[in-house]
């Protein structure tokens, strides 16, 4: 029956996420910026992560991942179609090109969603994390999904159509590079923080403090921040601490379900263009 099939696939999805997360707790614990994060903390984002995961699933159960290469049929395909590779180089330099755009949209996607405030309210849950470590990487609002597939996926599919890539793997490694940027790690990229992202090149968005506001957007490559003004290079012994300015963390299940409905149409809602940073 295919509800057996599609919780089997679930649970198997669940246990390879954990185990996935052990693996990089080992690493986190070689060198931690904070070594004595709570564990409520920890262990909230371990449940939401599956009620998330819940969710994302019944989005795929709508057909919502088919979203796109229907839109993309219905306008007659990608505007640029990329050949498949031929050898090992191609293969690498098209998927360079795939993480690139990739990074583009996602830069754009939430560096409004820091200056919308809108959209703000939507995301803040995720910069609520005052105990920032790998499992923050899914501590967010279960409409990330969709609206990533609105901002990111749409019109990524209708600009590339990326041929002969197992953009499957691809995926899994997007998934792995979001994890380790999100580490609680003490590592310092020195000069490279301006060529690919890290811990603490991420750790710095995360951060209250006034002069890390609105920096470090990017997920893979800072050349967009650097490109677009909103790069932040961090100093070697520059690990601040994260979350909102007023330690609001939001672990409570039904707030963090209903929490962006309730600012939309809550008192506290102003349709302003994000002085509300004075909340973070």
């Known amino acids: ?12 999805y669940i246990v390879v ?12 614990k070689a060198r931690p910026v904070e070594s004595d994060q709570p564990r409520s903390h920890l262990l909230f984002n371990l449940r939401w992560f599956v009620v998330y995961s819940l969710i994302v699933f019944g989005f795929q159960s709508l057909g919502i991942s088919k979203l796109v290469p229907t839109l993309r049929d219905w306008l007659g395909g ?17 998927s360079l090109l795939y993480f690139f755009l990739v990074d583009f949209f996602y830069y754009w996607f939430h560096r409004l969603q820091h200056t919308s405030s809108f959209l703000w309210e939507q995301h803040k849950l995720h910069h609520s994390e005052i105990s920032l470590n790998v499992t923050s990487t899914r501590r ?30 691809l995926s899994i490694i997007e998934v792995l590079w979001l994890h380790f940027i999100h ?22 968005h995360h951060s209250f403090k006034f002069e890390h506001l609105d920096k470090n957007f990017s997920a893979f490559f800072p050349l967009w921040d650097i490109l677009f003004g909103t790069y932040y290079h961090p100093q070697k012994h520059e690990f ?41």
């Open 240 to 280: 601040p601490p994260t979350g909102l300015n007023n330690k609001v963390n939001y672990n409570n299940f039904i707030v963090a379900f209903f929490l962006p409905f309730y600012e939309w149409v809550g008192p506290k809602y102003q349709r302003i263009n994000i002085s509300n940073k004075k909340k973070r």
């Open 17 to 28: 996420s954990f185990l996935i997360y052990g693996c990089f707790f080992i690493v986190e």
């Open 183 to 204: 580490m609680n790690l003490r590592l310092n990229l020195g000069v490279v923080s301006r060529i690919i992202t890290g811990p603490q090149y991420h750790r710095i």
């Open 78 to 94: 990608s505007l640029i179609n990329i050949p498949p590779p031929q050898n090992y180089w191609t293969i690498l330099l098209i």
């Open 1 to 12: 029956m295919e509800w057996i099939t599609t919780t089997l696939e679930f649970i198997k």
């Open 140 to 169: 967010v609002h279960w409409l990330e999904e969709p609206l990533i597939l609105i901002f990111l996926g749409l019109p990524l599919g209708i600009l590339v159509q990326f041929n002969g890539l197992s953009l499957g793997l």
